[in-house]
């Protein structure tokens, strides 16, 4: 039987670049099989994907050598659009993969490129939109839709017809971590009802290993590692550990073998190496998983720390940063400084539309680190834009102390100029440690420097009192993710209020203090991080799933559990 | 400017004869010089706008051309030597050396703003009541390469269109002066080329040419708006051949100006007129 995918002794080198984007990759995967891609940016990942969807070397030209099979086609002798009919394909930015002006004709748009009949295109469609959650979009237009929403329906694209080899490149980076998690339950569905073979490539392994059967690491180009999950994580634990899920970094930091796959695993692992007087003290091991660190009503957990139950169920969330958020009631101190920004009663309401914003009320003081967290259309992006001022609230009032400097989901949109050194002044370059790259394209930066650019324009002038950044995480590695959470506690600590919005949960842990989760645009809850992540099932980190929100980042939780050890 | 569909006869019309339409009145517009022509053609242009519930689009499409329009006819006569009537000696310019202005260079850059004005406003009718859609399934059955190119067109308005709304956005949020309009412009079209490429990239893996044939039992009937709309651009070409081949059209710009109105003219500007704005007299079945 032939593979779905096969590569044998690809190399690969762009047009013009000095080195191969893929160096002799072997590799084969089976009918049906689940694989994982990792690697850091820039080591392969996407090339590789569309060296498998044909557009390597079809499209983009360049040198292409070795032999590549794509659902049973060389790729050398069959063009993209006849790989798409065994193939189905989606890439990073959802704004130019949604080719067609309503939903229902996107999706339709593959089935009828092969041909297929009305009755036959009207049931793929279908089955796709059911399959997605996407159903209630099928008469949307897709001008409208949100980077969430484009990205379920460029994805609904990519599968519509069920392909025999699906190849994803990051498809859950827009998506909220129900949306995400719903979406990696359908690819597995998609993979073990229909057969389909699954490439994802992704950054957020720690969403996606215990789907895989194999783990392809990428460094470089070549293929670094090619084992099944807990072997890649053993290798990840010696040889790179910029790959590690943050549950096998809590395992490794405290010493503790077989790495887990899931945080399903961990516990098992946890509970059967616990002492059974120690296994109370961990919180959350025990069997009726107990949230003690508190729970977020309505999205998981049992509610029944009450002194830590965070969410708005009873209340009404008007004392955002002060007293009381949904029924939490915090002890009341001494008189606050005025905030860097202040929402009060803010209502932002579209004409013929429904309303995005409502009553919200939120402070921000200054040097505060707040995250910003919701599922899609909770109303984020909505909020640090009309905070930026490019929205303007139909109700309430807003406090701005000083500029608020905004940085968007996409930071190639601050540069305007053809050369780095254009956009900033030396001296402004230099702060940002930039200066190197000052005659380069700002095209030709990678995503991490042109994220550096892009806030450094923010920066520059007049210091903002608060600086918003939109999704910033989103494709980054982790490498990149510490960099960028070391820069922006550098700004808090020079007195800036930083609030991002992420449905990063671990680069939320990591970076700030104060969570504010939306709901259906207004704060559901509102309190420091380590309270707001702790106990929920979706907006969590996997160490705080793993130990029932008794830490949330893995050096923490390691902490706990050598300290554990030595009392058992 | 984002196609929706409106209950018009144009709306109604199959999108590859809608499209036919309007490019051949935006053809007849390039082949005549007349400004009775061009501003019948115009005038046309705008009640057919209005038939098709878009006037508001056109109109501004329209206004926003305007200045380009401005320009050439101003720069037309600056440029422009041939002409015998000399209403203006601005003296002698460096590089462009000795200034006469003419009335006939002048006359003729309004002429050809006249003409810009027409085609942009085919082109803006055509973005606000041709289906991109349907288009795009209409020109998958041609060549790959003359369909890809004509699916960017039709896609890379509403991709640019979101990109300029996004870096304006941006620009918004810095200190100081947000940057001029014209840098903004500058920046969406020089990215172009590479959202040309991500959106061709996704019709490729989107199977997007890989069917020569039409699907099994696709075949559209052709309604009443496809067959008017069909034979309004028919006899549109026809009529324009016809005036083409039979210099009806007795326009001279230079060495001086002539433009006279005769019976064959009037029945073309009219003729041209009426083969537009009748396949919009029909309002039955223009709904979804």
């Not at chain 1, 994982?36 to 030209?61: D, N, Q, W």
């Not at chain 1, 707001?532 to 980042?553: D, E, P, S």
Request: charged fraction near 20%.
């Amino acid at each position: 039987m032939s593979a779905a995918l096969l590569l044998e002794r690809v190399s690969y080198r762009y047009p013009e670049a000095t080195a191969p984007a893929l160096r002799d990759v072997d590799l084969r995967v089976a009918r049906g099989e689940f694989v994982v891609v990792a690697g850091g940016s820039g080591s392969g990942k996407s090339t590789l994907l569309r060296a498998a969807s044909g557009l390597v070397p079809h499209f983009h030209g360049g040198e292409f050598s070795g032999r590549l099979e794509s659902g049973g086609l060389d790729t050398r002798t069959h063009e993209p659009a006849q790989i798409a009919a065994v193939a189905g394909t989606l890439f990073q930015d959802p704004e130019t993969q949604v080719v067609m002006g309503t939903v229902r004709a996107e999706l339709a748009f593959p089935l009828e490129n092969r041909g297929l009949g009305p009755a036959a295109v009207a049931r793929g469609v279908e089955e796709a939109a059911l399959a997605l959650g996407i159903a209630p979009l099928l008469d949307r237009a897709t001008h409208v839709l949100s980077g969430g929403e484009l990205q379920r329906v460029a994805l609904g694209a990519a599968l519509a017809g069920r392909p025999r080899l699906a190849l994803l490149d990051e498809p859950t980076s827009q998506l909220d971590p129900v949306a995400g998690d719903e979406l990696l339950g359908v690819l597995r569905r998609l993979n073990e009802e229909w057969g389909t073979a699954v490439i994802l490539a992704e950054h957020r392994l720690e969403r996606c290993l215990s789907a895989a059967d194999r783990v392809v690491a990428l460094r470089d180009g070549a293929i670094a590692c090619d084992a099944d999950p807990r072997r890649f994580l053993d290798w990840a634990a010696e040889q790179a550990p910029e790959l590690q899920t943050p549950g096998a970094r809590l395992f490794s930091l405290a010493g503790r073998r077989p790495l887990p796959v899931s945080v399903k695993d961990a516990r098992r692992t946890l509970s059967a190496q616990a002492a059974p007087d120690a296994l109370g003290s961990i919180a959350g091991l025990g069997a009726d998983d107990r949230s003690p660190a508190g729970s977020i009503a309505g999205l998981g957990g049992d509610g029944r720390s009450p002194s830590r139950s965070i969410a708005g169920l009873g209340g009404d969330g008007r004392s955002p940063s002060g007293s009381t958020v949904g029924g939490l009631r915090h002890r009341r101190r001494k008189p606050r400084p005025e905030p860097a920004l202040a929402f009060s009663s803010v209502w932002l309401e579209h004409r013929d539309g429904p309303a995005v914003l409502r009553g919200v009320d939120l402070a921000f003081a200054a040097g505060e680190r707040v995250a910003l967290m919701g599922r899609n259309g909770a109303g984020k992006s909505t909020l640090l834009r009309v905070a930026a001022g490019l929205a303007e609230p139909t109700r309430g009032k807003l406090h701005r102390a000083g500029r608020v400097g905004l940085l968007l989901q996409n930071p190639g949109d601050y540069t305007l100029r053809d050369r780095v050194g254009d956009e900033l002044p030396a001296d402004a370059l230099d702060a940002a440690g930039l200066d190197h790259l000052a005659d380069r394209h700002p095209r030709d930066l990678s995503g991490g420097e042109r994220q550096r650019l892009a806030l450094a324009i923010v920066l520059h002038g007049e210091r903002p009192a608060v600086v918003c950044l939109d999704e910033p995480t989103r494709g980054m590695d982790r490498f990149h993710k510490d960099a960028l959470a070391a820069l922006l506690d550098a700004l808090a600590h020079h007195g800036s209020a930083v609030i991002v919005a992420t449905h990063d949960a671990e680069f939320a842990a990591a970076f700030a203090g104060r969570t504010v989760l939306l709901g259906d645009g207004r704060p559901v809850a509102d309190a420091p991080t380590a309270e707001v992540l702790a106990g929920g099932w979706y907006f969590a980190t996997q160490t705080a799933r793993i130990l029932g929100g008794a830490a949330l980042l893995p050096e923490d939780g390691a902490a706990l559990l050598r300290r554990e050890a030595v009392v058992a | 400017m984002i196609y929706e569909r409106r209950a018009s006869p144009l709306h109604a019309t199959r999108a590859a004869v809608a499209s036919a339409w309007c490019v051949i009145v935006a053809g007849v517009a390039l082949s005549f010089e007349h400004p009775l022509v061009l501003c019948g053609l115009l005038s046309a242009l705008v009640i057919a706008a209005a038939g098709a519930r878009v006037a508001g689009r056109v109109l501004l499409a329209l206004a926003f051309a305007l200045p380009f329009a401005v320009v050439i006819a101003l720069i037309n006569p600056l440029v422009v030597r041939d002409g015998l009537t000399v209403i203006a000696r601005l003296g002698t310019v460096p590089v462009l050396g000795r200034l006469d202005v003419t009335a006939e260079a002048t006359a003729y850059g309004g002429v050809l703003a006249l003409r810009a004005l027409v085609v942009i406003g085919c082109f803006a009718l055509h973005s606000a009541a041709v289906d991109p859609d349907d288009l795009l399934r209409a020109f998958r059955r041609v060549s790959f390469r003359s369909a890809l190119t004509a699916a960017l067109a039709t896609r890379m308005i509403p991709v640019l269109a979101r990109d300029a709304r996004r870096l304006h956005d941006a620009q918004r949020c810095l200190a100081g002066a947000p940057a001029p309009r014209r840098a903004v412009v500058r920046a969406v079209a020089a990215g172009a080329l590479d959202r040309a490429v991500d959106v061709a990239a996704t019709l490729e893996v989107r199977g997007y040419g890989a069917a020569r044939r039409a699907p099994r039992g696709g075949r559209r009937p052709w309604s009443r708006h496809d067959l008017a709309f069909a034979a309004g651009a028919a006899a549109i070409a026809l009529l324009g051949l016809a005036a083409y081949a039979g210099d009806w059209e007795a326009f001279e710009a230079y060495p001086a100006l002539s433009a006279p109105v005769d019976a064959r003219l009037l029945v073309l500007t009219a003729g041209l007129a009426a083969c537009m704005l009748l396949p919009f007299a029909d309002r039955r079945g223009i709904g979804r």
